[in-house]
């Protein structure tokens, strides 16, 4: 993926640097097998490229915007639910195929995982009772994360996104850990 951001996303491409010179070679192999079971293949890198670099784009145009105005340009919530999570097309190849890779690529999301792992893994793990409810469930990052650290675990995925729901099942698959969770379609 790496050779393909170089090549065809030249914008994404410091962040593998950077990431890899602050986080080293456990960020390389964690990102790796992210890459291998979650997005297996060229066609799915490029998607999740294409992603990335259309949400990094999207972020810098809010934020100039935000700063010469002093408002946001979307100040209601049924827009963005419309325009974003409600789009098939948006969510399923755009949105959720960059924020997932975004959990590697961007440094606080890195750290973000990091703190998640510390804290609040080890506190489920540490649970007898290791079911967790994940709301606002995304790409199903987060919920892959406790359920393939702890084999005991068992989750329940909510979100008002149909499509975040797909994307989340299909990524729970390809780990192996989808028989272990439940989806909830609700705002």
């Known amino acids: 993926i790496h050779q393909i951001a170089r090549l ?8 593998f640097t950077k990431n890899r010179q ?10 790796e097998i992210l890459l291998k079971t979650g997005l297996p293949g060229e066609e799915h ?3 999740a490229l294409a992603g990335y670099t259309e949400y990094i784009v999207d972020a810098m145009r809010r ?3 935000f700063q010469r105005d002093r408002v946001y340009t979307v100040t209601q919530y049924a827009q963005a639910d419309e325009t974003v ?39 489920i ?8 409810h994940d709301v606002g469930i995304g790409t199903g990052f987060y919920s892959n994360v406790v359920l393939n650290t702890l084999p ?20 729970l698959t390809r780990f192996g850990t989808v028989d272990r969770y439940a989806f909830h379609l609700k705002d």
């Not at 070679?25 to 990102?31: C, G, L």
């Not at 999570?85 to 890195?110: A, R, T």
């Open 152 to 171: 005991r675990s068992w989750g329940n995925g909510w979100d008002l996104s149909p499509h975040s729901l797909r994307f989340t099942e299909g990524l």
């Open 63 to 65: 934020q100039v915007d």
């Open 85 to 123: 999570y409600q789009n098939e097309d948006k969510m399923m190849n755009e949105y959720l195929p960059g924020l997932l890779i975004s959990q590697f690529l961007w440094v606080h999301h890195y750290r973000h995982l990091l703190f998640f792992k510390t804290f609040f893994v080890k506190e």
């Open 125 to 132: 793990a540490s649970a007898t009772d290791q079911r967790f």
């Open 8 to 15: 065809e996303y030249g914008l994404t491409e410091g962040s």
């Open 22 to 31: 602050i986080f080293g070679k456990a960020w390389e192999e964690e990102f």
């Open 45 to 47: 890198y490029r998607k």
